[in-house]
Each structure stands twice: as C-alpha cells, then as structure tokens.
C-alpha cells in the first residue's frame, strides 16, 4: 500500500494511481473488511499486456471481425492492434457512439447533459482507470450521497441524514418491523441483509465473488442458489424491512429474485464509497477509443509502439451482423451484415432492411462460393465476410436473434436463451433553473417507493441557471411499465412524483421543465435489455461457459455479461482485454 492520505470525505479530481488505491482500502475499512483489499484489488486490475504473449506487430495478416463497438468490442480492437492484427469493427448504430454509455445533450455547446447509460466510476474500477489515463481524460468526483437529498416512503418525506435517524424516526413506523429492527438505522439494516452474509467466509473464498472459474467453492455455490429476498430472509429481516430496503437500495430491492451473490459483488469491492464520472460526460471514453481508431498519428496512444507496427481498424458503423457461420470445421468465421436502417432512439421507430435470414448450409454456401472475395454481397442485401477470428462483444439478448451454423456448445446456446437481462429505464429533464439547488442539493440522489425510484442531481455546477436532473432511474417492472406510457403520460407522471419527492406544488414543473428525454433499453432493438443480472445457479451454470471460445477457438466473447462484474464499464473493458489476449495466446500455440 503507498502512504498517500485521502481523508474519508475529500476527494481530488483526477486522482493519481496511488490516491485511488489509497481510496479504496479507505473505503474496505469503513465497509469493515480491509483484508480483502488485495484479492478485490488483484480481481479488478487490468489483465497482463497482450505484448507479452506475442510480440507487437507479429500477426501481421491475420484478420479479426469484432460484432459490437460498445466498449467491450474498443478494448479488444486496442489490444489486438497492438499484435498487428487487421481489425474490423461492426456497430450496428450509426446515429450514436457508445453503446450502454450515452451521454445525451441537450445543447450544441454539450454543457446540459444526463447520462442515459452508465454515470459513475467507483475509484476501485482499476481497468476503467487504465484507460483514462492512457487517453487523458479529466474525472470529477460523482456525489453518491448527499444529506440534503430527499427518501419519500409511504408518503412520508425526510432528509437523508447520515446518520439515518430521520428514515427511523418517520419512515419506520409506517412498516411492520421487528422490535429489533426499531433500534438499527436502515443502513445497518442494509449491512446486514446485503454484506454481512459473505464474511461467514474467509477472503479468500470471498474473492470468487469478483472471479469468473469453472468451479466455485461450497460458500460461493449456496449463496449462488440464493435470491436476494431470501438472503434477507435467513438473515432474519422482517417482510417490512425487506419492502423498505427494496426502496432504499434500487438496484437489490427491484430485483429481489435475482442471484444474490450477483446482486452482493455491487457492495463487496465499497463501490459506492468513492465515485468519479468523466467531466464532459461518460461518451468521452468512447470518443477517445475512435479517435485511437481514425488517428494519423495512432503511436501516440501506444508507448513504445511505432505507428507502422500497429495493426489497421475499420470502423464500420451503421452495419449490423446478422449471422455467424463457420463453413468448414476449425475454418475461418464468416459474419453476414447489412446495413441498420434508421433507428430514432427517441422514438422508438425502427426501419431497417428485411431481418435476419437464416440458410441452410447448402444455400449458404452456395451463395459464398459464387462470390468474390472480401465482402461478398448477394441481391438480398446481405454481405459476407471471413476473418480468421472474431469477438462477439454484443449482449446475449441480441445475439439469440442472429442466425447461427453450426450452434455454439450446448451450455453457451442455453446461456444465451436464458440469462436474463433486466430492465431498466431514465429520463432526463433539462430545466429553467435549477430548483433542487434552491433546497440545498448538490449532487446525490433522492429514493422513493413511487414508479420512478430514484432521482439523481448533478455532482457539479455549470455557472448556469439552466440544469439537467435525472429525473428517474427506474429498474424492473416499475421501468418498464413507466416507460410503456405513451410519452405525454410518462413525462406528466414522472413531473408528478419529482413533485411530490421534493415537496413543491402541483404542476410547478411544468413551467420549469423545458425538455425531456426518455431511454427504455428493452425497447432498443440494438440492445433489446439494459444489464445482465444472473438469477440464483445461473454463475454456476453459466458464467464461466459463456467465456469460452467457439468454432475450434476461433469465435471469443466479451461484454459486462461475460465477466464477473455485471453492470459496470469495468465488466465491459476488461473482457474486451481478456478476449484480445486469449486470440494472442491461440496464436502462440497453434
């Protein structure tokens, strides 16, 4: 551990190696497991560079199809370049950069902004950090928890102390709670339904939570098994504890018959302890992985990599791969594409060219045969191209609708069938002034048991009258029947309960809210879900079959769903690296 000091509450923007490491042992200190601080360190630091599995530039003609350009489908097209692979990238999204990060503006200067896709960064997230380092980007401390931020429940408002004596004293009476429970906050309550279970085991066996292995010890195996609401269960909280906590901690309570242990890797590394977000907004990760991409001079991003030793990237935006075929046992891979058509994400309308088309193997390949090399196209529309290997960095829920030949293992297409991927929906509203600061709210979010869950404020001050609130980041049945209301109805029932949140007047929004902007991912049919979530036995069933490689090795997968941390950029990046170095290390033993 270095020496550096970060006072529990203060936290530097831009922060150092050191600052951050220093962070996140403060943060296992507080959450009272310090000893685990070097197995989550080990799990969440970037992978070994792909330099030393193969030389730079010593797959040189070697051709790599990635399907996704999300930030899964980045980071492997940046590592593998560095071994000189040619590259290509296909995104389905022409309109948009990004994928599950989405910053939307609401102005040309991109000052007013909400974040419609990922919006914070624990301090822990090592592999995120590596590459905001490496491209330069400025981060600010994203404000978690703020005193002054509202909990409305049962139709009772308090401020949200620290303490918790306001939820206590106001809110308590309206649950039905054991005696027992009058005399904890609710985030000793908390504690003990969420992390309190896992020190029963030693570190580490506790570490397997932020691993992905073919075989998980008992511990990890009977907390697999477990829902959450049941883990709340034999930890002896009240069914009326469990209903308030479900308000309080959204992203367990919306889903209390998900894994548990899914659901416990959010609070075992202190994520929410030490928050960043990239100033500008998220989608400036994003753009600096394209810019890498389109630069004259790519060297810059690659230390001690001369740009003639790098490998080509196409970027192909607006194309969607449609079929994954391998025509000869342990051949090449051949990826179907065509274009997009037009998708408004504000919509919801989608116009594109015929779906998906499936052939039988003689159709397939007689149509492949006939054609030329490089992209072959056919009268449908539907082009074909080879590549010696390829990386689906797409969610599962939108590679069960591609046309496969020869079907993956028996496990991976039940996986794909079956992981769930849950909903969840946010709407922004740009404002005339900024009336949450007129109740002392800086950042921080506000929790209520009405459809839109929970509120969220910016975490810095533009030197604006003007602001962007996230109005509600609502999560399973409450996002999708919100976000199912025809659009003047959400926006009218979303500004009805901000209202009621924040104790202001009925109808006061209406003459402050001057935009909107609504994202349900389920209704996005180049996502068609928001986040992977395993529900209980499916890590043991699945997690680490859905790393492992098809076609003979030559098919890999990456995104937030293969790896051991759902949800988060972290997930996404680190197996995009992870796939880049098992295509090095095929390589280096074939």
């Known amino acids: 551990m270095d020496t550096v000091t970060i006072p529990e509450q203060i936290q530097p923007s831009n922060p150092s190696k050191s600052q951050r490491r220093q962070m996140a042992y403060n943060a296992l200190v507080q959450s009272g497991h310090p000893e685990d601080y070097s197995y989550i360190a080990s799990a969440l630091h970037p992978p070994a560079d792909i330099t030393t599995i193969v030389p730079q530039d010593s797959c040189r003609g070697k051709t790599v199809g990635i399907i996704g350009g999300g930030l899964s489908g980045m980071a492997a097209a940046f590592e593998l370049r560095k071994a000189g692979f040619d590259i290509t990238i296909f995104e389905a999204d022409a309109q948009r950069l990004g994928g599950r990060v989405y910053t939307y503006y609401f102005d040309r200067e991109k000052t007013l902004y909400g974040e419609l896709g990922a919006m914070r960064l624990p301090a822990v997230h090592e592999t995120v950090w590596h590459y905001i380092d490496l491209f330069g980007l400025d981060t600010q401390p994203f404000i978690q928890v703020n005193p002054n931020a509202f909990i409305y429940l049962n139709g009772v408002r308090v401020r949200n102390d620290p303490a918790g004596a306001n939820v206590r004293n106001n809110i308590y009476p309206t649950y039905s709670l054991q005696p027992w429970e009058y005399d904890h906050s609710w985030q000793q309550l908390g504690y003990l339904g969420i992390e309190a279970p896992i020190l029963n085991a030693p570190p580490e066996i506790r570490q397997e939570i932020l691993q992905v292995l073919p075989r998980y010890s008992a511990y990890t195996l009977y907390w697999d098994a477990l829902d959450i609401r049941q883990t709340m269960e034999q930890q002896g909280l009240s069914q009326g504890a469990i209903s308030m906590l479900s308000n309080l901690f959204p992203i367990g309570g919306r889903f209390l018959y998900n894994n548990y242990i899914d659901f416990v890797q959010e609070y075992y590394p202190a994520n929410f302890i030490y928050m960043y977000e990239i100033s500008g907004g998220m989608v400036k990760l994003p753009e600096a992985f394209l810019r890498s991409f389109t630069s004259t001079d790519?060297?810059?991003?690659?230390?001690?990599?001369?740009?003639?030793?790098?490998?080509?990237?196409?970027?192909?935006?607006?194309?969607?791969?449609?079929?994954?075929?391998?025509?000869?046992?342990?051949?090449?891979?051949?990826?179907?594409?065509?274009?997009?058509?037009?998708?408004?994400?504000?919509?919801?309308?989608?116009?594109?060219?015929?779906?998906?088309?499936?052939?039988?193997?003689?159709?397939?390949?007689?149509?492949?045969?006939?054609?030329?090399t490089g992209d072959k196209c056919n009268t449908e529309g539907v082009s074909f191209s080879d590549f010696d290997y390829v990386v689906c960095a797409i969610p599962f829920s939108v590679l069960r609708v591609l046309d496969i030949q020869p079907l993956f293992s028996e496990l991976k297409m039940q996986a794909i069938r079956e992981v769930t991927y849950s909903p969840a929906q946010k709407t922004a509203f740009r404002c005339r002034r900024r009336f949450w600061e007129e109740q002392g709210i800086y950042g921080g979010g506000s929790y209520t048991d009405l459809p839109i869950n929970t509120i969220w404020y910016p975490s810095s001050c533009f030197g604006s009258r003007n602001g962007v609130i996230l109005s509600s980041y609502g999560f399973n049945m409450d996002a999708v029947r919100l976000a199912n209301l025809p659009e003047h109805r959400r926006i009218e029932k979303i500004k009805r309960d901000v209202e009621k949140v924040h104790g202001l007047p009925e109808s006061s929004l209406d003459s402050i809210v001057t935009d909107s902007v609504t994202q349900f991912w389920d209704r996005d049919p180049l996502y068609r879900g928001t986040f992977c979530y395993f529900t209980p036995q499916q890590k043991k069933l699945f997690s680490w079959n859905m790393t492992q490689p098809e076609y003979g090795g030559r098919l890999f997968f990456a995104g937030e769903h293969v790896s051991a941390v759902h949800r988060w950029q972290q997930g996404a990046l680190k197996s995009g690296m992870d796939a880049a170095n098992a295509i090095a290390a095929a390589i280096r033993m074939a």
Request: glycine share 14%; hydrophobic share 30%.
């Open 298 to 372: 790519p060297g810059r991003y690659y230390s001690g990599i001369p740009a003639y030793d790098l490998g080509n990237v196409r970027w192909r935006a607006g194309v969607s791969v449609t079929g994954i075929y391998q025509l000869k046992p342990g051949g090449k891979v051949t990826l179907a594409h065509m274009p997009t058509g037009q998708w408004s994400h504000m919509t919801g309308v989608y116009n594109r060219p015929a779906g998906s088309i499936r052939y039988n193997r003689s159709v397939l390949s007689d149509r492949y045969d006939r054609t030329v």
